[in-house]
């Protein structure tokens, strides 16, 4: 934008400068010299001669015929008249090719100008003036001198008005423009002052006639000249082309040259192998970077063919490509391969390969990039075995195996012959290692378990472990199914060497479930489903052991499953309820107590034995709730029974507790809260618990059970002798009776005999100062045995069934009516509750 309004100015500056001079030469004109000659000159230099020009080979300056007479019109009739003649020729010319009206005036102005300055400078010289006679002595001296004066001060003026426009507009220094623009227009000049002065001359000599008579000499004089110079500029450009094509040619094929120094440097010193490899195999050259991958030299590697060194797994695919690119099939082939390095390590490689066209065979070569991806191939083989393999034991994982379930399954759907089994294994009290122990031992101990488990199996069996404490065994094939049966027996003996981890020494037992698949098997989740079901029913059965699935375990794991959804409904829904059985002293046949039993009315299955619901109950999670609302609801059904009874002839209630409760940290404030609300005696209330306890809680079960000792409540100890065969725990625990299984009592005969069991029991009782109460009483001859044994109290079907809170009311009126129980009114009775 500078530039621009600063050029402008100038020009602007330029015109006004030509104004004066026009103005100056119209002032000064000497209209005298004005005649029909003039008029003729002027009409030959405006109309024609502008138009006649020939432009200079290699330059851009071109020699007018206008020129010539402008300088004739400067010799003839003064600069005056030069002055007007040249502002007009200018003053036409450019506006035949030039739109912009500034840049006509422009040029007009700095024509008037130059050519004023011109006259000007011969005026101050007085080299010329118009009235020299041609023979007068040193004439043609002074009038060369000023025909050269003429040109060389119109080319200066004219140019450096030009050059000083041009460097403006451009922002290029005036020399530089000057230089290569203007400086090659001096020629135009001189021949233009060179013409003027020879028709100055003729004029004189022979007239004015001789210009009009000249013209068309001159014209066809520069038409000739010009097709002259044509013909040369021609041949200049001809010669100037042989020039650049030559030049050309020397630069291509020194870029040739190049590009080859450039491709044999990126072939040899490419990051990846590169190779040039005939159609039949043969390597023909090969870079630095294949010759590391692979650990041959090139010299190694041109003595033998690729199919030596590729896997033959990967050969077939290999040549099937190759036939394919060179049947036109395809341009490029790309597949991973393995390759045999020259130390005997298996090299995968990236490898890409295409054609390369030879002249001089119909057959093309071939070129082989080959990557080194051994890397990249090493990081996926771990991240699949990370990713299909139990990372501490090294076994497969679940993913694992249930695909490889699947593809069992599904080999078993097409061949009938082709057998599936799987064994579901669990760890029997895994737990108690890692609490006792530390995570770090069972963690070793799930490794060693791990690698017994190998030990037992066939070699086209897998092993897996699904998480925590859980292996599974797959069996397929064509075998004996008691083969099935022999491993699970083989595990179970090699379990049976105890673990040796840091010095401690840890058996470990397991639970097996073994499946055999069969059509009723859509799925692996299917399999595992009754695997698993087979391994509880290991596990319900004792531990330790195997059973085999069948269709009867599936339908019992069923109907577990809604038992227990109905079961967390059955107390909302009124299905719980409450039976009693009186216990009696044995010594004088009275009544001391009464035992609350659980009982379960199922809407569609009758009734559920406790045995079974009490289970479910501490499996799900709900025996806390179920506890609480059988205390509850028994201490309100028989609390004012028992609070009607004399001081002399009290009865207590007794409460099964599960051990499970014990892990609620709760369980005595509970216990405390309900007393209070029934207003429940203390003294008058036992709580029953098995022997099962002490091995899962320990001391933290012995502490719960001070603190409801100290309330004043007794703890006995139910179904004594059937669970943790552990008798230190007696002396640590506070207790005050034990009562007897039902199964020691049952065994006892009409003649008093099987009773070595119980003579143990009430021995053992005896000397740590307990109570006894037997359990299942039936027959007489089992009552008596057990009195004669020296047993406290008893219960059973021989005194009493079960029977609810109506039917025990009754019961007790009846007593009372036969004088068994004193002072026992309508209303009160004592209640043994218990969950059992």
Not at 241 to 256: D, M, R, T, V
Not at 720 to 747: A, Q
Request: charged content about 20%; overall charge negative.
């Amino acid at each position: 934008m500078y530039f621009e309004k600063l050029t402008e100015r100038y020009m602007k500056a330029v015109i006004f400068c030509g104004i004066l001079c026009v103005s100056a030469a119209l002032y000064w004109l000497p209209y005298k010299v004005i005649d029909l000659s003039f008029l003729v000159l002027f009409c030959l230099t405006i109309g024609v001669g502008s138009r006649i020009t020939v432009q200079i080979p290699k330059f851009k300056s071109h020699i007018a015929v206008s020129d010539t007479f402008i300088f004739t019109a400067l010799l003839m009739y003064g600069g005056e008249v030069a002055i007007l003649l040249a502002c007009a020729e200018a003053f036409f010319s450019s506006w035949r090719f030039c739109n912009r009206k500034l840049t006509v005036f422009f040029n007009s102005a700095a024509v008037a100008v130059s050519t004023a300055t011109v006259y000007a400078v011969i005026k101050i010289t007085g080299l010329f003036t118009g009235e020299h006679h041609h023979e007068a002595e040193g004439f043609m001296q002074t009038f060369v001198v000023t025909l050269s004066v003429v040109a060389l001060t119109q080319f200066i003026a004219n140019t450096a008005l030009a050059s000083i426009h041009d460097a403006m507009k451009n922002g290029i220094p005036v020399w530089e423009t000057w230089k290569s623009k203007y400086v090659w227009s001096f020629i135009t000049y001189s021949v233009g002052a060179l013409c003027a002065g020879v028709l100055h001359l003729m004029t004189d000599s022979i007239g004015f006639g001789v210009i009009i008579a000249a013209f068309p000499v001159i014209f066809f004089v520069f038409m000739a000249y010009r097709m002259y110079l044509k013909n040369i500029e021609i041949s200049m450009q001809q010669a100037e082309q042989a020039e650049q094509y030559a030049k050309i040619l020397e630069e291509q094929s020194g870029a040739l040259r190049e590009s080859e120094e450039r491709f044999r440097s990126a072939f040899n010193y490419a990051p990846i192998g590169i190779a040039l490899v005939s159609a039949g195999g043969t390597w023909l050259k090969v870079n630095h970077a294949l010759c590391n991958i692979l650990g041959y030299t090139e010299n190694e590697f041109l003595e033998m063919d690729f199919q030596s060194i590729i896997f033959k797994d990967d050969l077939g695919n290999t040549l099937v490509k190759i036939h394919e690119l060179i049947s036109g099939k395809s341009a490029n082939c790309q597949m991973e391969q393995r390759y045999l390095h020259k130390s005997g390590e298996t090299v995968w490689a990236s490898w890409s390969v295409s054609t390369a066209s030879e002249s001089k065979s119909s057959v093309p070569n071939l070129i082989f990039q080959i990557q080194d991806i051994t890397a990249r191939k090493s990081a996926e083989e771990k991240l699949q075995h990370e990713a299909t393999h139990d990372v501490l034991t090294g076994l497969p994982n679940r993913k694992m195996f249930m695909n490889r379930l699947t593809d069992a399954l599904t080999a078993s759907k097409r061949n009938r012959n082709y057998k599936v089994s799987i064994l579901f294994i669990d760890l029997d009290r895994f737990k108690y290692v890692n609490d006792s122990l530390g995570h770090l031992i069972g963690d070793q101990l799930l490794i060693g378990i791990s690698d017994r488990l190998r030990e037992c199996l066939r070699p086209s069996d897998i092993v897996a472990r699904l998480g925590g404490d859980e292996f599974t065994i797959l069996v397929e094939g064509n075998y004996d199914i008691n083969e099935v049966v022999r491993i699970a027996e083989r595990i179970q003996q090699k379990f049976g060497v105890p673990f040796d981890l840091e010095g401690h020494e840890v058996f470990s037992s397991a639970s097996i479930g073994i499946l055999h698949a069969s059509e009723q098997h859509f799925s692996s989740e299917d399999m595992m489903r009754d695997a698993d079901t087979a391994m509880y029913q290991a596990k319900r059965a004792g531990k330790a052991r195997h059973e085999v699935f069948d269709e009867q375990m599936h339908l019992a794991a069923r109907e577990t499953l809604q038992l227990e959804t109905d079961l967390r409904r059955a107390v909302d829904n009124g299905e719980i309820y409450v039976q009693y059985q009186p216990i009696f002293t044995l010594s004088t046949g009275r009544i001391q107590g009464i035992e609350a039993l659980t009982r379960w009315l199922h809407p569609k299955l009758g009734e559920v034995s406790p045995a079974r619901f009490i289970g479910i109950a501490e499996e799900i999670g709900i025996i806390d709730a179920l506890g609480e609302y059988i205390l509850e609801r028994t201490c309100k059904e028989v609390g004012p029974i028992i609070n009607a009874f004399s001081p002399e002839h009290e009865l207590t209630l007794s409460v099964n507790l599960s051990c499970r409760q014990f892990g609620q940290p709760k369980l005595v404030e509970n216990v405390t809260r309900i007393l209070d609300e029934t207003k429940f005696p203390t003294r008058k209330l036992k709580l029953e618990i098995t022997e099962s306890i002490f091995f899962e809680y320990q001391a933290k079960a012995i502490e719960m059970l001070n603190q409801i000792r100290d309330l004043g409540i007794e703890i006995d100890i139910d179904d004594f002798g059937t669970g943790y065969s552990n008798l230190g725990y007696l002396i640590r625990l506070p207790i005050s009776t034990l009562k007897i299984d039902r199964t020691f009592v049952s065994p006892i005969d009409s003649d008093g005999k099987n009773t070595e069991i119980v003579k143990t029991v009430l021995a053992l009782a005896r000397n740590l100062g307990l109570k006894t109460v037997a359990e299942g009483i039936e027959t007489e001859h089992q009552l008596k045995a057990l009195k004669d044994l020296g047993c406290d109290g008893g219960q059973g079907y021989f005194f009493a069934k079960p029977m609810g809170i109506d039917d025990l009311k009754l019961y007790l009126a009846d007593l009372e009516g036969n004088n068994e129980i004193l002072q026992l009114p309508y209303d009160s009775v004592p209640v043994v509750a218990t969950l059992q």
